[in-house]
């Protein structure tokens, strides 16, 4: 019987074989790109018909659809109209720049931007759709995971947020601290704990996010708690806002704590003062004069820009853990100057 299937055992037939196999792989690839690059083509054009909007003109718009304006030209324009807080002619130039890209990788720049900008405008669920639809085309994307954890952390989906996080991880992104403030936070939120048990989980949290420790010194005083037996103090730098307004001298192991009752006359055991403010205040009290105090601003250490409000996340930039606390000298209110 062998004699029958001699050919199966000719290196010729066989090398046959191989190629017949190549090709059908190579046709099938070829034809299954064709077809994808199609569904994806259709995919892209319902979403862009989803978030049109009539915020240019007719006129405006044929001018922008011009075959000589490269998807390039219309992203650089939709970046500059975002800068200055037209978010509206922003997310039309980005969907005309997306209508009329067919890279992937502008796509999902594009994408990206245009995200970027419904977040900025405060439409977080087209801003949501947005990443989706960029994940779609790369699912490792790590900017629009970040912009998606952000989305589900303003929304209280801490648990998709934490999903989100996970994945940014699987990319080999740092988030630790990220991690650390949504859990803390979620355990902030938690009506079943008593203060101790979330101090307890907020300031085991804090190794990996060194403000958490603010945070659960926030959380005893705003509940009537003294902070005289507080476990574990955050740096004074951290929350000397909070404070400077402490009449009851606490953590006086720690030399700049010491400082600032010092400097405020609470205690009376002279100690070394951290900050050209708190030496001014400490001088002026010595010299009795009683009228001056210190107010503070909170300047984010990444985008630069100031807050009247403390911030875990900069509402700017939204870099986590950026602020820096400035303190500067002002005149005490006057209550009986004060309108009623």
Known sequence: MDIFFIEHRDPIFSLIVLFIIIFMIASLSYFWGVFSSKDEKKRIEKFIRKFENRSLSEEHKQMLLNPEIDARSLSILGGTFSKSGDFEKAISVFLIALAKTKNKAEKEFILNELGEVYFKAGFLKRSTDV???????????????????????????????????????????????QKAYI????????????????????????????????MCMQLWLKNGKSLENFPEFAKLDDVIDIMYNQNLAVNLNDEEYRGLFYAKGVINEPSDIKGFELNVIKHLNDAEFNKATLNFNYVCKSCKNSFPMHFYRCPMCHELGSVKILPHITEKPDENSMPF
């Not at 979620?186 to 190794?207: F, H, Q, T």
């Open 131 to 177: 990443f989706l639809q960029s994940l779609e085309l790369s699912p490792r994307n790590p900017n629009a995971l970040r912009y998606l954890t952000m989305i589900d952390e303003k929304l209280k989906n801490y648990k998709e947020a934490l999903y989100a996080l996970n994945s940014l991880e699987e990319l080999g992104v740092e988030i630790r601290a």
């Open 183 to 214: 859990q803390a936070t979620v355990v902030l939120n938690d009506k079943e704990l008593s203060i101790e048990e979330k101090s307890e989980k907020i300031l085991a949290l804090s190794r990996d996010f060194e403000l958490l420790k603010r």
